[in-house]
């Protein structure tokens, strides 16, 4: 489900944006590219450091959209490629994957795990 392209972006820098409805409205949090694993079953995995907006949100609604891309990598006009996730999030403190996150990323006190629902290419 997750197309080659994107796991190539997933290689270069750049900046995920992760976007979640809650009952004060739309919010918005950026990590990096480098930041995010994927699961064996297809999911994004997706450390957090602070994000209470972020967590909060999806324990109020779980729909995400999520944003990513690199100058880096070819897209449909030449240099640079984008893609637009939709898909359900939840908070993971404990398991293997958290365990996964908290051994690359000591920061953690979560993962974020997002079941990927669609994904487009935007550029």
Do not use: C
Request: glycine share 10%.
């Amino acid at each position: 489900m997750i197309p080659d392209k994107l796991l190539e972006v997933l290689k270069h820098d750049g900046v995920v944006a992760i976007a979640t409805l809650g009952e004060e409205g739309p919010h918005m949090v950026n990590t990096w590219n480098s930041y995010v694993r994927i699961s064996e079953d297809g999911r994004l995995l997706i450390p957090a450091g602070y994000m209470h907006r972020t967590e909060a949100n999806i324990a109020f609604n779980n729909n995400v959209l999520i944003t990513l891309g690199s100058s880096k990598v070819a897209g449909n006009l030449g240099p640079g490629i984008g893609f637009l996730i939709k898909g359900t999030a939840h908070f993971i403190t404990t398991g293997p994957d958290f365990d996964v996150i908290k051994a690359k990323f000591a920061w953690a006190r979560a993962t974020v795990a997002v079941t990927i629902e669609t994904v487009t290419q935007t550029l």
